[in-house]
């Protein structure tokens, strides 16, 4: 049986509140935001939110992926991946799309799916 310390859902979204800090592997149909500290492993089918001055070292997985905190492992969206001002990301990040705001600390290899305007694609100024 699961045990849950200091989280409580809001509708869809399960929440892991400041103060507390989960280890080991969390997964889940619906959305996540997380305010404190995880340690292992997130893979969740909907969003996740690592809030300003929460801690994860953990690879994380979901449909969308927003950071104001850090994030130390790897970050992969099937869709977008926004990295706000605050937020520190160490690891890969990969997405449909990734945007990171200005004032961001990013360390890592970044993929996103983009198409090249006509004029870089179609080689010329090479």
């Known amino acids: 049986m699961a045990r849950s310390v200091g989280n409580i859902s809001q509708?869809?979204?399960?929440?892991?509140?400041?103060?507390?800090?989960?280890r080991g592997?969390?997964?889940g149909d619906g959305d996540l935001?997380?305010?404190?500290?995880?340690?292992?492993?997130v893979a969740v089918k909907g969003s996740l939110s690592v809030s300003d001055g929460a801690e994860v070292t953990a690879d994380v997985q979901a449909s969308s992926v927003t950071v104001?905190?850090?994030?130390e492992g790897s970050v992969s969206a099937n869709?977008?991946?926004t990295i706000?001002?605050?937020a520190r990301?160490?690891?890969a990040i990969r997405g449909a799309s990734v945007s990171i705001e200005e004032?961001?600390?990013?360390s890592g290899k970044i993929e996103a799916d983009f198409e090249l305007p006509p004029e870089l694609s179609s080689g010329k100024g090479r």
């Open 11 to 22: 509708g869809n979204t399960a929440i892991i509140g400041k103060g507390a800090h989960v």
């Open 103 to 106: 004032g961001a600390s990013v």
């Open 68 to 71: 104001e905190g850090a994030i």
């Open 25 to 27: 592997r969390i997964s």
């Open 79 to 81: 869709e977008a991946v």
């Open 84 to 86: 706000r001002a605050t």
């Open 33 to 41: 935001r997380i305010e404190g500290g995880v340690s292992g492993e």
């Open 89 to 91: 990301v160490s690891g």
